[in-house]
Every structure is written in C-alpha cells, then in structure tokens.
C-alpha cells in the first residue's frame, strides 16, 4: 500500500525539504546494494566506497544527486516518514509507485507509469488500485477543490 497525503503537515514525521534533510541526514548513513543500484538507475551515478559519486560529467560528493534521487533514497532509508515527492520526475516515481509500505506528500497529481496492481490509500481514506485508480480519484479531487473555491 502506498499511502499519499495531499494536504501539507508540519510534522518531525515529515520530510518536505529533500535535498536538506538528505544533506543532512540520509546521505550519512551506509547505503545498501539495493540503494547504490538506485543510485545507478536514477543519475546513471556510481558511488564510491567514499561518498563520492562518479557521473559522465565528472567526479562529485554524494549530495550532488539529482533532487529526485535524493527523495527516492530518503523514501527507502525513513519508510516512517512521509516524504514530499514534488519535486521528482517522472522516472523516479514510476520506480516509487513500484514500492510497498510508504508514505508521500504530493498537493498535485503527476503524470506516469503506475503499476495496475499498485494499491494507492488517499488521505487514510479512499483506497484505489492503478492508474485509472489514481487519475480517478484525482479527477474528483480537483472538482471538490473547484467547488470548496481552492
């Protein structure tokens, strides 16, 4: 189950600044295969035993990971939190709508591959299944926010 929030929350359980919480936190921990694997899908990166990144465009530390990347990692490390997915494109939330068990923030929806199998709970409320789940619910979304003057 995936669980999204589309109503912002001030919340220790929340991440909303990515590429900060990250810097700060995330990108301290030791990093799995799994995670240095997604680091290789995502920014095409490969991470050293050192913390540094080696990408065609050069050598760099681990916080020069794209935003999206830094939100993927903070998803898989903190499945606790509910993390703000804003600011990912397209390739990466394919791969998080992909995961079980998580939480993300998301006020607007975005375009993109959601497995037909995936289980999407809005709000702890509404339980979809899919894209057509998804593009659903979101659908009745803007309408209700149309009607409430949003």
Known sequence: MIDIYTEKK???????????????????????????????????????????????????????????????????????????????????LKIIFEMDNIKVYMSRPTLFEIPDDAEIRFNDTDVVTGNSGYNTWWSREYERREMDDL
């Open 10 to 92: 001030d919340s220790k359980d929340w991440i909303l600044q990515n590429d900060l919480y990250f810097n700060l936190n995330t990108c301290n921990e030791e990093m799995s295969q799994n995670e240095i694997e997604l680091i290789q899908q995502v920014d095409e990166a490969k991470l050293t035993p050192d913390k540094h990144i080696e990408t065609k465009y050069g050598l760099g530390t681990i916080r020069n990971l794209s935003s999206g990347c830094k939100t993927l990692l903070n998803i898989v490390k903190h499945p606790d939190k509910v993390v703000c997915v804003e600011e990912c494109g397209p390739n990466v």
